[in-house]
């Protein structure tokens, strides 16, 4: 991932909690905000792994709507990681739901860090720079952003020649406080004992009869004070609705492109590129414009990825020519293979060194060995197809009986015509022929020729005894 992860030195505690129990209403739809996806990850792993990144031990996620998918796609995601999960039943607002990160916390006496589940784009970086921020036990620290277009967010007030002397949600404000530009990013720092002492004063007296978390910079303002951290807007800007979406998942892809490219990954176009976290790419490979990498997906040094290509948990080898609009999923490519253009490896699709295979070619759980090709229209599924072996145009494995899968196999060597239907199980041994246009449901020996067509019937002068054959005057 391309986000520096400098790591936070020495042992200096940090714990932090992630709320991500909203439903959030303004996407409209019926999954749970931090569930949908930025770069094939649910939006609440990215704060969860930079907080973990930044050196939290535990991270505590408070989850409410849909909390038993958010859980276990988090703990799939991070496997062994410091992860705890607290239940917030009924979403009264953000100090309520930091509340209900509290018996994870019991006796744990540093600094917390309390992120939102709904921005994806933070660094470690800055929430590094907020944690530092936070000098005097006690204080408060908190991220702020200067917004062209502040709508929808706390507005920051300042007491002059002050610090932070509070925060107003937007429906709470003054048209004045309105129209002020510094905004709340919804990233804090505080000491636990400040924390559980000063949320256990938040009340829910303001426009949406929530307990806002926002309230505790007011109440430090009384006592230790609260520091403002400015950063930068493209990080902390976050997810309401689906534009918001777009937007994080367009910044959050820009950054893995720059990263692929920095490692020597040609991206003609970043602007139509796609990738997931965690896409590997190796040096010299080109990525022509409109490719989408998903997944698991890694491909090789000195490869072409052709336009429009879609690639999913699938291994790309070295110098692999992956040509327009081919779609690979959970498939191995081998070194020196050429794909597509309109091909479609499904899952389990292994292609060994220098294979090819060519537009309109489906291969489903098949292996095509060394050198073989199958170069045209054609669909071979459940095959185990050796090595130099030639798959002629329009050739179907008739591997499905309307009940079970069943299995063709095929030797080194052989060649397989044009228009061949072959019924599974069958196999075609080493070296053997299959005359084009046959339709096999019997095994071949190994260098034998198989026939199974009909044998052609030739009626020679047959059109002109058919046109004689018709009263005159009417035409063919
Ligand atoms: C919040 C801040 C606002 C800030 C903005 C930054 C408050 C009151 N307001 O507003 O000042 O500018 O974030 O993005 O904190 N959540 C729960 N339980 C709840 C309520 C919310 O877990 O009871 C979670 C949500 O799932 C979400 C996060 O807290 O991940 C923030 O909630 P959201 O409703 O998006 O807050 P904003 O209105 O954006
Ligand atoms: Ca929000």
């Given amino acids: 991932m391309p986000t520096p992860s400098k790591k936070r030195k020495g042992t200096a505690p940090l714990a932090a909690i992630v709320l991500a129990a909203g439903k959030g209403t303004r996407m409209k739809t019926t999954r749970a905000k931090v569930l949908h996806p930025v770069c094939g990850r649910p939006m609440v792993y990215f704060p969860v792994k930079r907080a973990l990144e930044a050196g939290a031990r535990p991270v505590v996620i408070v ?149 806002y978390l926002t309230d505790l910079v007011a109440l430090a303002a009384d006592g230790p004070g609260a520091v403002a951290v400015r950063v930068s807007p493209v990080e902390a800007q976050g997810v309401n609705d689906l534009e918001d979406l777009s937007l994080a998942t367009r910044a959050m892809t820009r950054r893995i492109a720059a990263s692929l490219m920095k490692s020597g990954v ?109 170069n045209h229209l054609t669909y071979l599924g459940d095959a185990t197809i050796g090595a130099g072996v030639n798959i002629g145009c329009g050739t179907v494995t008739c591997n499905y009986d309307g009940e079970k899968k069943h299995p063709t196999r095929i030797g080194d060597g052989v060649f397989v015509g044009s228009d061949s239907i072959l019924v599974a199980p069958i196999s075609i041994g080493k070296g053997a022929y299959v005359a084009a246009g046959s339709t096999l449901t019997e095994s071949v020996p190994a260098g034998a020729l198989a026939l199974g067509r009909a044998r052609q019937v030739t009626k020679k002068g047959w059109a002109r005894a058919k046109a004689a054959a018709k009263p005159a005057g009417k035409g063919r």
């Avoid at 929808?152 to 002059?160: D, F, I, M, N, S």
């Avoid at 404000?173 to 002492?197: C, H, K």
């Avoid at 491909?299 to 072409?304: H, N, S, T």
């Avoid at 990825?305 to 070295?318: E, F, N, P, R, W």
Wanted: charged letters at 25%; aromatic letters at 4%.
């Fill in 266 to 374: 040609t991206i003609e176009d970043p602007e139509r590129f796609d990738a997931d976290e965690g896409v590997q790419v190796a040096p010299d490979t080109v990525l022509e414009p409109g490719v989408r990498l998903r997944g698991a997906t890694r491909v090789g040094p000195g490869c072409v990825v052709g336009q429009g290509s879609i690639l999913i948990d699938t291994q790309v080898g070295a110098g692999v020519q992956i040509l327009p609009y081919s779609h690979l999923e959970k498939a191995r490519v081998g070194d020196g293979c050429r794909v597509g253009p309109f091909a479609r490896l499904r899952p389990e699709s292994v292609i060994a060194t220098g294979a090819h295979v060519g537009n309109f070619v489906e291969l489903k759980k098949t292996t095509l060995g060394k050198g073989s090709k199958a």
């Fill in 63 to 211: 989850v409410g709507h849909q909390g038993d998918e958010v859980e276990a796609s988090l703990r799939a995601a991070l496997p062994g990681a410091p992860l705890q999960f607290a239940r917030q039943e009924r979403q009264l607002g953000t100090a309520h739901a930091v509340l209900a990160a509290r018996p994870s916390l019991r006796g744990y006496r540093g600094p917390v860090m309390i992120l939102s589940g709904d921005t994806p784009l933070l660094t470690t970086h800055t929430l590094a720079s907020v944690v530092e921020a936070r000098t005097a036990p006690g204080s408060l620290a908190f991220a702020t952003m200067d917004l062209e277009n502040p709508e929808g967010y706390g507005r920051v007030v300042h007491a002059p020649g002050k610090g932070p002397a509070l925060i107003v949600e937007e429906k709470d404000a003054t048209p004045e406080e309105r129209q002020i530009r510094e905004v709340n990013a919804g990233l804090y720092v505080a000491d636990a004992e400040f924390l559980w002492s000063t949320l256990s004063r938040v009340d829910a007296r303001n426009a949406q009869r929530e307990f």
